[in-house]
């Protein structure tokens, strides 16, 4: 079965520093898409960032940015300069093989103290 | 922010009653998504649709049915609600298949409470 993986199930970091997110997955599709989301305490599910596997190049969106390593199916997240509008849970997702469906890690809960 | 609307977004029902959740969206997306998200599982797909009257089961399916009678509207009905459906539900869409760059953009989500 597909299967995502966050290992981290709760992380805290310090305000302004930078924290890594772990993901591994174990999708057998050659050229897909890499997700991860964010919700917040409000609940809503916000999309962070998007990686295209074939890509050599870490997708980057401001103070966020991706570690990918194709080979080894590892698809961390770096948040940079940590605010406390940060804190929330994280999602990973990876799609599954010949289908319109995405898996979820179970997340990571991050916590950015003042 | 995508057009998506879960209604109701509370619901406190008792065991045995039928309920129904209603996704509605304006993007005219073709794919849309019902998950379920419970603390230590994150979000688990229940059923999708890939089109009107196109639909599909997820991991998750036992005890629900969807409907899509027009690309708006993707209904999750619990037929006779447990206590273990007791959950957040999610809405999802997306524009095109998973091969192609565009992410599901998810719905506020509603909280069921089954007594």
């Not at chain 1, 969106?61 to 570690?67: A, G, K």
């Not at chain 2, 998973?98 to 953009?105: G, V, Y």
Request: proline fraction near 4%; hydrophobic fraction near 30%; glycine fraction near 6%.
């Amino acid at each position: 079965a597909q299967t995502v993986t966050q290992s981290q199930p709760e992380m805290s970091v310090q305000e302004a520093e930078t924290v890594t997110l772990s993901c591994t997955y174990d999708t057998s599709e050659n050229n897909y898409y890499l997700f991860w989301y964010k919700q917040p305490p409000s609940r809503q599910m916000i999309l962070v960032i998007r990686q295209e596997a074939y890509k050599q190049q870490n997708a980057t969106e401001n103070r966020f940015s991706v570690n990918f390593q194709k080979a080894a199916k590892s698809f961390s997240l770096k948040i940079s300069d940590s605010q406390l509008g940060d804190t929330a849970m994280y999602f990973c997702a990876s799609p599954q093989r010949f289908t319109y469906k995405l898996t979820f890690g179970k997340g990571t809960l991050l916590t950015v103290n003042p | 922010d995508a057009g998506i609307t879960q209604s109701p977004r509370h619901k406190v029902t008792e065991t045995g009653t039928p309920v129904t959740l209603r996704c509605h969206q304006t993007e005219n997306h073709r794919y849309m998504y019902w998950y379920r998200q419970d603390p230590g599982h994150g979000l688990r797909l229940i059923h999708y649709s890939y089109g009107v009257k196109d639909t599909d089961k997820g991991e998750v399916s036992d005890g629900y049915s969807v409907s899509r009678s027009k690309t708006e509207d993707f209904l999750l009905t619990l037929e006779s609600a447990t206590s273990s459906q007791t959950s957040v539900y999610f809405c999802a869409i997306s524009e095109s298949g998973l091969l192609s760059n565009q992410p599901q953009h998810f719905g506020d989500g509603t909280r069921l409470s089954i007594l």
